[in-house]
Structures are given as C-alpha cells and as structure tokens.
C-alpha cells in the first residue's frame, strides 16, 4: 500500500524558515519522483516542486524558484522541502504525491496523481 505521510508545517513569520518532509512507503523509491503541491483557501491546487528520486533533478514553480529547496534522502524514503524567506502567499496546506518521473521533467502539469499524504499546514504570518 502507497503511503506518504507529510510533516514539518506550522506558523512562522514573514522571512523565516520551514523545513517539510515527505516519508513514502509501499513502493520502489528509487523509481519514481516526488511531487509537492500546495492549495490555499479559495484557491486551485499548484504545482511547487519535484524532484527525481533517481538523479536527483528537480523542478521549481517559478513563484518559489530561489527561495525553496527540495532534496531526498533515498536511504529513508524521504524528500524534504526547504522552504526561506516565507512570505504570506506561500500559506497554504502543502501535500506531497508520488509521480513517474515524466511529470517532474513536465513541470508538474494538472493530472490525475493517484496517491498524497494528508498534507501539513504552512502558516505565514505578517
């Protein structure tokens, strides 16, 4: 069974830093990406990042490019999703969800992704 469990969100300040974790189970790591998208009140689900757990490539919204980080740990499954300089936009709930690869190299276009976690909860504050 697919399992992605999400941690790591909270309230912070204008300017500070997160760091959310993404913990997959239930499939090959190794052979496939990691997406994280992000959905705030009143508004449609986007694409933040990915990266690919094989070579590492990675993809970047343009609204977080230089201020979001995302890494995997494939020795524990994880992707994590560094996150500075947090303004008030960026709150949302972040959800992360396993890809095949071709949708990261795509720059998470809007699909059918089957599986996500229960998503965590990133608060800025002005």
């Known amino acids: 069974e697919v399992q992605l469990v999400e941690s790591g969100g909270g309230l912070v300040q204008v300017g500070g830093s997160l760091r959310l974790s993404c913990v997959a189970s239930g499939f090959t790591f190794d052979d496939y990406a990691i997406g994280w998208f992000r959905q705030a009140p009143g508004k449609e689900r986007e694409g933040v990042s990915c990266i690919s757990t094989s070579d590492h490539s990675s993809w970047y919204a343009d609204s977080v490019a230089g201020r979001f980080t995302i890494s995997s740990d494939n020795a524990k499954n994880t992707v994590y999703l560094q996150m500075k300089s947090l303004k008030p936009e960026d709150t949302a709930v972040y959800s992360c969800?396993?890809?095949?690869?071709?949708?990261?190299?795509?720059?998470?276009?809007?699909?059918?992704?089957?599986?996500w976690g229960q998503g965590t909860q990133v608060t800025v504050s002005s």
């Open positions: 969800t396993v890809i095949d690869p071709f949708y990261c190299d795509a720059g998470l276009p809007p699909s059918e992704y089957n599986y």
